[in-house]
């Protein structure tokens, strides 16, 4: 729940005015981008006008915490926000939700007839078929968002049942909202074909280097949540937290450092964060590595070291009161 991690952020920040730090600065690595972006958004509101409720309905008390406000802003590989991501890796050619192994073979990525090479040859994808198949992850996207408001839809009529019958039975079904499985999340065509969004990376995903595999095996992102966590985080479309949006509150000054071999942010991605960010002070830096910091080629310094010199310097000179130290 993201709207409940904000609370998790303005703890920290509390903590840290408390005990005499005169700057803060917010580093917030891949999905942490967002939320910490998010943070931002909310925290430049007066209390009244916060989010009151999270996506799912569930209230969250944004509107009674203290949300100091951080001095820097540091994007660490940002993707776009766990929900606008899942949809880029989501497999639209799941046909019932219930079967992992079900396909449309007109959506179907890991078919040669759709453009599909066998691994590690880099797929050949008409852009005409990258267009009906992202079309398509939305639409897949907006069944799983319309079951999970039906789910708490049924929990919530519950809820009202037993405040007039005083059944337990009604009682229990009011928190039952359940666990929703999300078949096949590692499936962005950009994995297996390396001339969309061309950058540095090698072929395969964030979860290995046959996504043909590993798009059917039980990890993924998202592929266990509740109704509530779903909207919430997991669904381009109803999550608050979307970074390019998100971003128009921050003014502070903002680093956002790209590793070139990324598998989940992208050269567009960082001018559309850097164009999205209201700072005047917005700062990029290249680095070679891939999105956890691994170096892209065996021998090569990490991406992690590289980085960490990067956001020293600029820490340094941007708050030079205090000591900075990178090892």
């Not at 096949?184 to 090698?202: G, K, Q």
């Not at 072929?203 to 280097?209: A, D, E, I, V």
């Not at 090569?300 to 205090?322: H, K, V, Y």
Request: glycine share 8%; with cysteine.
């Amino acid at each position: 729940m993201h709207e409940q991690a904000l609370l998790d952020m303005a703890a920290g920040q509390m903590f840290l005015r408390e005990r005499g730090f005169e700057n803060v600065v917010c580093i917030g690595h891949s999905g942490g981008a967002t939320l910490a972006a998010f943070y931002f958004e909310q925290a430049i509101q007066p209390s009244g006008g916060r989010l009151k409720q999270a996506p799912g309905g569930q209230p969250v008390a944004l509107a009674d915490a203290d949300m100091p406000l951080p001095d820097g802003l540091v994007l660490l590989a940002p993707h776009p926000g766990q929900g606008v991501l899942l949809e880029r890796v989501i497999d639209p050619s799941v046909l019932d939700e219930a079967d992992p192994l079900s396909v449309d073979p007109e959506l179907d990525p890991w078919s040669a007839m759709n453009g599909f090479m066998p691994p590690p040859t880099s797929s050949n994808y008409s852009q005409e078929f990258v267009d009906r198949y992202r079309r398509g992850q939305r639409d897949r996207v907006a069944k799983i968002d319309a079951f999970a408001r039906e789910r708490i839809g049924v929990a919530s009529n519950s809820k009202a049942y037993f405040a007039a019958s005083n059944d337990p039975q009604d009682e229990r079904a009011s928190v039952a909202t359940g666990v929703m499985t999300v078949h096949r999340t590692d499936a962005d065509l950009r994995s297996v074909d390396l001339s969309i969004d061309p950058n540095n990376r090698r072929y395969g995903s964030l979860f290995g280097p046959r996504p043909d595999l590993s798009d059917f095996g039980v990890a993924g992102f998202g592929r266990l949540a509740t109704p509530e966590a779903w909207l919430s985080t997991w669904s381009s479309i109803s999550s608050n937290a979307n970074l390019a949006r998100n971003l128009k509150a921050v003014t502070v000054p903002t680093l956002i450092v790209e590793f070139t071999g990324d598998q989940a942010c992208f050269p567009a991605d960082i001018a559309a964060f850097t164009a999205a960010c209201s700072a005047t002070d917005v700062e990029n830096v290249s680095i070679a590595g891939q999105h956890f910091g691994a170096p892209i080629h065996r021998g090569e310094t990490s991406g992690t070291q590289l980085a960490g010199s990067a956001m020293s310097n600029w820490m340094g000179e941007r708050f030079p009161t205090g000591a900075f130290v990178s090892m």
